[in-house]
């Protein structure tokens, strides 16, 4: 039987093929229904099998309209994630931390987590007029009417006290009973099977044919509300009166007041949660008071005033094939066991991570080993343990290769650092191809080409580096195999607009080592312009908020090197942003020149992390601790009584966030 990426080739050659003879030729040679039918076996194998993904695949291709029938929406409320945690410790370490940060009374709200896909349903004057996925968390795709197929959704919601305008967050799942059924179906027209409840729960919720989604069973669990004007204070009365309205609120939710209940909570759901007909992963905690939880805030992943605590993941037993070697675009090069295929919570494992030599060593790994497999919080699962008892002949011990897998550079290790890089950034071709892969994620530029086109590209000798993107011509692209003239349009279209991308995502594209999002953000508001971070000292580097050595001479290495800057001046001569927008120089100024300033306590005008950005903003340093260079206190409520005493002796000057405002004005 030909294999299933065989299989996902063939079918995107067809549809790829089709779109053309339809769109560019006008002659369609199959039907609408065939096309439609091809098109849905496509989009099943991509759902079972995410490792053959591809941005360029007929099915997610930006602009044919055949596919692309999801609008994307910009989240009203972002769509945050939570952090994880695994043990009691950890939870009582969030206890304690809201504890400190509050300093009153307050409740926690013990929900179980449901394991499917999030949604975010928007209901105005009552009637849903919306159901849009997470994506990004920013913006996602608009799946109304898929959503409206689901039994437990109500498409009107019930009761006279319901706001004019409300979002409701929560979880599409598929049921175990339906999960079986729906892979007996598969398995019996040799169709290939999903993995988990979740991914057939997401493939289905991205289906284009609202009545296969129908006939798939969804069901719907919503465990948060959004808007301007909740009907109540605190989360588990506003959940209690959705439920009244009708919308699907499970009954496991539970409030309580002390860290013991909390832990009960744990123990009877661990255990109760295996009889449940939907599969749930933990248990999320949350601060009851909606203004305590606005009070708490958010930092720039999560929430402070929720964490998700994971039930214990399963663990397998099975065998180390063997060990390659995998190159990122930094030039790390990480160790990954291949194994024996084995189920783990519900997916196939087949290749785990030894994240570097040290780790290898410490496992004392043989080839044939009998090995525990358990997944963490990452997707990639890993290897705990070596089941010596069980060795009967001692393979190979596994030692760290020395040379890039790739290029055949011998490997470099620097000090204090457990990683072994390739040092030929600029010969290596899988570094250079994982840099211009990095530098076209949504995030950062958002040019519609996934690794396949980065490296079909790169093999024609197209693009050595991402500035060559910006030389693409369109004969170039049209007479690539299997491109045709919408595909380069497509293609060169995007690459236009990644022109008007700001400049703290650029900064994050350029993929200098250690900065990511937040840093590249960071930096750009520090330096508005490419010019003055290139010039920019370690001193003057490190004398930003939360920019350590590490990332100032990482920063100041880039620079220093004539590569990268002949890269960035080529960038800059095809027209991408190089300094802040018009806009965030607006909110710009230099107010707070010179002044480090401490937040505590707790602010009724606007969040911490919004006086941190404004603190930014205006040219201060915001500070963590109180020390003799600290110029002012922004204190909200229930200052700590440490830090003011600390204030007083120093001498300090303690102002309110009232003050604060007028200071920037
Ligand atoms: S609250 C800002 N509650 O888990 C807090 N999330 O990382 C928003 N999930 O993708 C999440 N059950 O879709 C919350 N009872 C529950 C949940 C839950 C499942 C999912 C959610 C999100 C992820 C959190």
Known sequence: MESVRQQIEMLRRQLHEHNYNYYVLSQPTISDFEFDRLMRQLMDLETAYPEYHDPNSPSVRVGSDVNNNFIQVTHRFPMLSLQNTYSEGEVADFYNRVKRALNEEFEIVCELKFDG????????????????????????????ANVRTIRN??????????????????????????????????????EPLFANPRNAASGTLKMQDSRVVASRKLESCV??????????????????????????????????????EVFDYLKEWDIARKNLPVITDGVVLKVDSLIQQRN?????????????FKFNAEQAVTRLESVSYQVGRTGAVTPVA?????LLSGTTVKRASLYNEDAVLALDLHIGDM?????????????????????????????????????????????????????????CP????????????????????????????YDKGLIRDAANLYQLRFEELAGLERWGETSANNLLESIEQSKSVPYER???????????????????????????????????????????ERIAQSVTAYFADPLYCDFVRRLRQNGLQFTLSEEALAAKSDKLKGLTIVISGTFELHSRDEYKVMILQNGGKNSGSVSKNTDYILAGENMGPAKLEKALKLGVKVIDEQTFLEMLQ
Request: with cysteine.
């Open 117 to 144: 896909t999030s949604i975010s349903l928007v209901y105005e004057h009552g009637r849903l007029t919306r159901a849009v996925t997470r994506g990004d968390g920013r913006k996602g795709d608009d799946v109304t």
């Open 430 to 457: 899988t570094q250079i191809k994982g840099r211009i892969e990095h530098f076209v994620t949504r995030k950062a530029m958002n040019i519609a080409i996934g690794p396949e086109t980065v490296n079909l590209l």
């Open 223 to 260: 465990y948060s509300l959004l808007g301007d004007d909740l009907p109540a204070r605190s989360h588990f009365d506003n959940m209690t009166l959705a439920r009244k309205w009708g919308l699907n609120v499970s009954d496991a939710m539970r409030r309580c007041s002390t860290p013991e």
């Open 296 to 308: 708490l805030g958010a930092t720039s992943k999560f929430p402070r005033w929720s964490i998700a």
């Open 371 to 427: 090995v525990y497999v358990e997944k963490g919080g990452e997707i990639i699962p890993k290897i705990t343990g070596v089941d010596k008892e069980a060795r009967f002949l001692l393979g190979d011990k596994v030692a760290f290769t020395r040379k890039c897998p790739d290029c055949g550079t011998p490997l470099v290790r620097n000090e204090d650092e457990a990683a072994y890089y390739c040092p030929n950034s600029e010969g």
């Open 506 to 548: 650029v900064l994050y594209a350029l993929g200098v080592r250690f900065v990511g999002e937040t840093v590249a953000q960071k930096l750009a508001q520090a330096f508005p312009g490419i010019d003055q971070l290139a010039q920019a000292t370690v001193e003057q580097l490190v004398a930003v908020d939360e920019i350590g």
């Open 338 to 342: 291949n194994l024996d295929p084995v």
């Open 153 to 190: 959704v109500p498409l009107v919601l019930n009761g006279n006290d319901v706001p004019p305008y409300i979002e409701v967050r929560g979880e599409i799942l598929m049921p175990w009973s339906s999960f079986d059924a729906l892979n007996k179906e598969r398995a019996e027209q040799e």
